[in-house]
């Protein structure tokens, strides 16, 4: 509705238009239909009070006959400027020319008249929906097709412009009698004419999708992982609904399930319906995808859900089997504290779903089942370490929503014999002696030394470590060692001095026991001859005493050392006869001074040569020497640095006895 300024010209008046001044009565002014006009005036002589002015309409001819148009009377008196008053166009006028007069009421005055004002008919805007269903009473077409708004067409000889409105506001270019209309929304449509224009009501058109939204009914051995899917394990059926609820103005829904678990010639999915599925509900037990399609009743719209996708797992079924050792005939669950056992599980599936616990029993039927920290490959290896006792073991088996418990498998362990060895595990035995050892155990065989003995006593006279095994129930076996030694009775004698004058004597002393008893290999006078130390008169040029020792475990030992008497006879050739004979070897390796050279003393004559310690003790002897004597004894062994005598004799007369130094390291 638009609001125009008119003026009326007269006495009482100035006259203006649109708000625009003007003395010209003649001018032509328009309106439409529903439109105010505003009359502005001025009121050059008082009237009186209580006066009302009205403004009067002509008919189309230009008569007036008391049509009165003016909103209200204007209550107005005395003189005045600047007075307006309202006038609302009938809608039912005709489109015509018209006149309009200004009426006073006291006293009654007319003023002039405003002549040739045009008044336009609106047009025609109504406005016609296509391809749209009647949701609730409003204009609804499905999502993702197009309602069309048609105008009204203009009477016949004339002609309209369109500008179609969206929420109010113009849609740009959309300006033809007909709107394609793909959105939800508000529309309208303003429609002008040569005089007039006019806009329609709102039209609200509303798009609508059924909704398809598929959820799975929960419940036993069924886990969502999403809201688009589930787990579970086979043998388990889900049920697979439409959640949805008829909106306002739809009366039903029709469904249809499908599958895209065909593909066509290019490999690509292809979604097909399931034949006899069209409830909202489907159960489902099978691995896979469903769809569900769900069209509206009225309006047939249709929606098809996302995917919806079903994971089911197979039992990880499998059993446990009893490992062998490369060294076994055949397997055993009867161990030995010591032994172990490998547990497997057979049709395994490592680095998958597949989770593996393993879990103990203990006391064994006790069905006290607790997890093994840790143990979670698909084999264990069993002994004491996890239970020193006999216990059930068995595996705990997860494939994502499956579980599976494998049989049990009892290990038993059987203990060790006893084995205590008797008089004890460490004896001591004189050289040459045995000793009886007796064994105390609940085995049932025994072997000493990998079996060189059996029995459960034996008589041993050899040093050394004796392994003896003790084998009990299911061949298990306590192992024990026993060492045999030789009491350590070492005898000494030795000789001070050890070559004397005839007719003197020596003193003999000995070490290594706790009772002494001296003997010779010639006729000779003893001061103590059971004391550890005695005075002795030799008979011979040469003798040799002997020291039998015996020691607190009665255990004995014998010792030598030879006593030489000087000889007076002058066939007797003695050392410094020579001169200087050499009396220093150094057998280093080196040629110089290696082995002691008596060639010219023995002069080609076969000479016997015999060397002895300092306390007498011989050490080397040569029947013939060969002058080669390098600082060893008879066995080949190094003497120690030292001092040593040797006899050089021939045929049985002493040639030369003297002393010689071995320096090994010079």
């Not at 609508?208 to 009914?217: I, M, T």
């Not at 002393?509 to 000779?524: H, I, L, Q, R």
């Not at 014998?558 to 006593?563: D, F, I, M, N, P």
Request: proline share 5%; hydrophobic share 35%; net charge negative.
């Amino acid at each position: 509705m638009r609001k125009f300024l008119l003026s009326f010209a007269s006495l009482l008046f100035a006259a203006s238009s649109f708000g625009q001044s003007t003395a010209n009565a003649s001018l032509s002014l328009q309106a439409c239909q529903g439109d105010t006009i505003v009359f502005s005036f001025d009121i050059a002589s008082p009237y009186n009070v209580g006066n009302t002015f009205s403004v009067e309409m002509s008919n189309s001819s230009g008569a007036f006959a008391g049509n009165f148009v003016s909103v209200s009377p204007l209550l107005a008196y005395g003189v005045s400027t600047s007075n307006d008053i309202d006038v609302l166009v009938p809608d039912n006028t005709t489109q015509g020319v018209y006149s309009f007069r200004l009426v006073s009421s006291n006293p009654v005055r007319i003023s002039d008249t405003i002549s040739n004002v045009i008044i336009g008919a609106n047009p025609n805007t109504g406005i016609e929906a296509y391809n749209w269903f009647d949701k609730n009473g409003v204009i609804t077409f499905c999502e993702g097709d197009t309602a069309i708004l048609v105008a009204n067409a203009p009477p016949a000889g004339q002609s309209y412009t369109y500008q179609w409105l969206q929420g109010g506001a113009p849609m740009m270019g959309e300006t033809d009698d007909s709107l394609l209309v793909i959105a939800s929304d508000v529309y309208a449509i303003e429609v002008s004419s040569n005089l007039c224009d006019a806009t329609s009501n709102d039209t609200i058109a509303n798009t609508y999708s059924p909704g398809a939204e598929v959820f799975a009914n929960g419940g036993a051995g069924i886990n969502y992982i999403g809201i688009d899917s589930i787990q579970m394990c086979e043998g388990t059926i889900a049920t697979l609904e439409h959640f949805g609820f008829p909106s306002p103005g739809i009366t039903g829904y029709k469904y249809q399930w499908l599958k895209d678990d065909s593909v066509n010639i290019f490999g690509q999915p292809v979604m097909y319906p399931l034949l006899g599925d069209t409830l909202p509900t489907i159960d489902v037990d099978t691995t896979g995808t469903w769809y569900l399609m769900v069209t509206s009743d009225p309006g047939g719209c249709t929606d098809t859900s996302d995917v919806f996708h079903v994971f089911v797992d197979t039992i990880p079924s499998t059993t446990v089997d009893v490992g062998m050792w490369s060294y076994q005939n055949f397997p055993s669950t009867t161990l030995c504290l010591t032994d172990s056992v490998m547990l497997m599980a057979q049709d395994t599936v490592l680095y998958s779903t597949w989770e593996y616990q393993w879990q103990v029993a203990y006391p064994s039927g006790s069905g006290n089942w607790q997890n093994l920290p840790n143990d979670t490959m698909p084999w264990l290896l069993v002994d004491t370490s996890i239970v020193a006792d006999t216990a059930d073991y068995r595996l705990s088996i997860v494939n994502e929503s499956c579980s599976f418990i494998t049989n049990e498998t009892t290990i038993e362990f059987v203990n060790f014999p006893t084995l205590a060895i008797m008089p004890g595990d460490s004896l001591g035995i004189c050289v040459y002696d045995s000793v009886l050892v007796s064994l105390v155990s609940n085995g049932l065989s025994f072997a000493w030394n990998g079996g060189l003995w059996v029995g459960k006593q034996n008589f041993l006279s050899s040093p050394g470590q004796y392994i003896i095994a003790a084998s009990g129930i299911n061949g298990c076996k306590t192992y024990d060692t026993l060492d045999i030694y030789n009491y350590a009775v070492v005898a000494t004698a030795t000789a001070s001095p050890q070559i004397i004058s005839p007719g003197d004597n020596t003193t003999l002393s000995a070490t290594g026991g706790t009772s002494f008893y001296w003997f010779a290999d010639a006729p000779s006078t003893f001061s103590n001859q059971h004391g550890a130390s005695t005075l002795a008169l030799p008979t011979a040029d040469t003798t040799t005493y002997y020291i039998q020792v015996e020691d607190i475990n009665g255990c004995t030992d014998t010792a030598s050392v030879q006593v030489f008497v000087k000889e007076q006879d002058s066939t007797v050739i003695y050392a410094n006869t020579y001169g200087n004979i050499q009396n220093v070897i150094t057998p280093n390796g080196d040629g110089l001074n290696d082995v002691l050279d008596l060639s010219g003393i023995t002069n080609g004559d076969p000479c016997e040569f015999t060397v002895y310690t300092r306390w007498g003790t011989p050490v080397y002897n040569q029947e013939v020497y060969n002058n080669a004597w390098g600082g060893t004894t008879d066995g080949g062994a190094k003497l120690e640095d030292g001092t040593y005598y040797f006899v050089l004799t021939h045929n049985n007369e002493i040639r030369v006895k003297s002393a010689v130094t071995v320096l090994n390291n010079i």
